[in-house]
Every structure is written in C-alpha cells, then in structure tokens.
Nanobody
C-alpha cells in the first residue's frame, strides 16, 4: 500500500520560512515523479513544484526563487523549502507521487502565514 505523509506545516510570520517533508512508503520512490500542490480556501488546487527521478525540477512561475523542491531517494522523502513566505501562501500543501501512470496523494499539511 502506497502511503504519503506530509509534515512540517504550521504558523509562520510574513517573511519566514518553513520546510515541508513528505515521507513515502509502499513503492519504489526513486522511480517516481514527485510534486507539491497547494489549495487555498475557496480556490482550486494548484501546482507548486515537481521533481523527476533524475532531480529535474519545475516550479509555478510565481513561486520560483522562493520555493525549492528536493528529494532524498535513500530516505524515500521529498522536501519543499519555502522562504520569504507571504500571506497568500496560506494553504493546505499536498504531496503527490506519480508512478506507473498512477497518482497518489498525502493528507496535506496546513501552512498559515500571518501578516
């Protein structure tokens, strides 16, 4: 059974930083495409960043430069480093895994940025 468990969310002030983690199990992590998405209240879920098996990354244009996605294949974990946080970054952040054309999701972790 594939499991994704996010952690690291919380309350932070504007300009602060958080590092999200997503620990996975139940499949071959190193063979997966990993991504972070977020969903703010009343809005659709949107892509934040992705990272391929080989470490190539993509970012939402508005977030590039502030957010960094990375992975540790030895720990079956993907990370999202978020810097210079803004109130508009407030959302539930979800980890996604795509492997063998199937998508799996974590339960999400809340990030709240106070002004």
């Amino acid at each position: 059974q594939v499991r994704l468990v996010e952690s690291g969310g919380g309350l932070v002030q504007t300009g602060g930083s958080l590092r999200l983690s997503c620990a996975t199990s139940g499949t071959i992590f190193s063979a997966s495409l990993m991504g972070w998405y977020r969903q703010a209240p009343g809005k659709q879920r949107e892509l934040v960043a992705t990272i391929t098996m080989g470490g190539s990354t993509t970012y939402a244009a508005s977030l590039k430069g502030r957010f960094t996605i990375s992975r540790d294949n030895a720990k079956n974990t993907v990370y999202l480093q978020m810097n210079s946080l803004k109130p508009e970054d407030t959302a539930v952040y979800y980890c996604q895994m795509n492997i063998i054309s199937r998508d799996y999701w974590g339960q999400g972790t809340q990030v709240t940025v106070s002004s």
